[in-house]
């Protein structure tokens, strides 16, 4: 079966998952362990999951679920159409009552990207996107950085990896316009694609677990503004797929790839020392 490639039907369950989200300001949390590290999980991260999946079943009975917290069998993607959700990327900064936390859904056709939502409740972004129909934020066409070189970029961070002491000769020998530390995954994306960033740089030292929910959304947001979503070696991991990814990425502008990847290139050939 086949799907809409437009998720507008989904606009108002996300409109109610804004109103649970801010109607728990202090959520019930609790620990999983989740490839070999503790994860954070909050009762709204299964509420906000609970609320979508039965929109989805409501809309679209045959379709696949991939899902972080109840649904995580990677098989779904064999299926005709499938859904990857992330209920709350950023959990960690939304049970801290920070900002920087978004509600991921990504749809693929037979694994081929086909829809993408992304939901940032405190910025009251929604980023959409369908193939072939380009990437709005809040009904408005996205249109991504012109900027060409690193000294005139704004380039978006790991907040973890900039604040480490042997990263620090790296940073201050980068030559961009400004460094932003952005915490949690999506919100990187988000200042891309709202331009706030020029462009987003994760480095591949003591990289975090990314799984397919984690960018299913804001890889095919990006990729409809224009832009390119994949590993510092070179790899499209939007083309790729992965389930669990654990390098280092670049989200950019087509004008603004090479140069990061240039750099992340000059990373991996003169790593900084590390401490054990």
């Excluded at 620990?31 to 979508?52: H, Q, Y």
């Excluded at 020029?198 to 677990?209: C, G």
């Excluded at 979503?229 to 991991?237: E, K, R, S, V």
Aim: charged share 25%; net charge negative; with cysteine.
């Amino acid at each position: 079966m086949t799907t809409s490639v437009s998720l507008e039907w989904l606009r108002p369950e996300l409109d109610r998952c804004r109103a649970l989200i801010a109607e728990h300001k202090s959520p019930k949390r609790w620990t999983k362990s989740e490839g070999g590290r503790n994860e954070l999980v909050t009762e709204i991260d299964v509420a906000v999951e609970r609320l979508l999946i039965n929109a989805i079943r409501q809309r679209v009975p045959d379709a696949a679920i991939l899902s972080e917290e109840s649904n995580p069998d990677p098989s779904a993607l064999e299926q005709d159409t499938c859904f990857v959700i992330d209920p709350i990327d950023g959990t960690e900064e939304f049970a801290a009552g920070r900002p920087g936390f978004g509600i991921s859904i990504g749809v693929f056709s037979r694994g081929r990207p086909a829809a993408a939502v992304l939901d940032m409740p405190a910025h009251d972004w929604r980023f959409e996107s369908a193939v072939g129909a380009g990437a709005r934020l809040n009904g408005e066409a996205i249109r991504l950085s012109p900027v060409g070189a690193l000294d005139k970029a704004r380039l978006a961070v790991s907040a973890t990896q900039y604040r480490m002491d042997s990263l620090r000769p790296f940073w201050d020998g980068v030559g961009v316009a400004a460094l932003i530390p952005t915490p949690a995954f999506t919100p990187k994306f988000a200042a891309v694609l709202a331009a706030e960033c020029d462009a987003a740089l994760y480095l591949p030292i003591r990289p975090r677990r990314t799984a397919i929910w984690d960018y299913a959304a804001a890889a095919q947001l990006l990729s409809e503004a224009g832009g390119w979503f994949g590993a510092t070696n070179g790899t499209d991991l939007l083309e790729a797929l992965p389930v669990d990814f654990s390098g280092g990425w670049v989200a950019a502008p087509p004008t603004l790839c090479d140069p990061l990847l240039a750099l992340a290139q000059s990373f991996r050939d003169d790593p900084p020392s590390r401490a054990p």
